[in-house]
Nanobody, 125 residues
């Protein structure tokens, strides 16, 4: 049973940083791509970043490129999202999700089908 638990959200000043964590349980993280998504009030969910099972391929939304960095520690069953230079437009509930097809060579938003509960990020101007 796939389970994902996010943490690390909170309130931060504009220009600040946060690091989100996504801890996986019930399955072996080593074989699966993980994606980070966000949803702001009144807006559709959007893909933020994703990383393949071996960490060799990543993908970023244009709005977060050069500010956010995704990484993974399979030994700790954890995927991280380092968020720097945050601005109020980054405020949202951030969720991680798993692509249940193992060892895919690329990650695309449409592959992710099982989600965590999310963690709230609020950026104060």
């Amino acid at each position: 049973q796939y389970q994902l638990v996010e943490s690390g959200g909170g309130l931060v000043q504009s220009g600040g940083s946060l690091r989100l964590s996504c801890v996986a349980s019930g399955f072996t993280l080593d074989y699966y791509a993980i994606g980070w998504f966000r949803q702001a009030p009144g807006k559709e969910r959007e893909g933020v970043s994703c990383i393949t099972s071996n960490g060799e391929a990543t993908n970023y939304a244009d709005s977060v490129k050069d500010r956010f960095t995704i990484s993974r520690d399979n030994a700790e069953s954890t995927v991280y999202l380092q968020m720097d230079s945050l601005n109020p437009e980054d405020s949202a509930v951030y969720s991680c999700a798993v692509d249940v097809s193992p060892n895919r060579r690329s990650c695309e938003w449409r592959y992710f089908v099982i989600w965590g509960q999310g963690t709230l990020v609020s950026v104060d101007s």
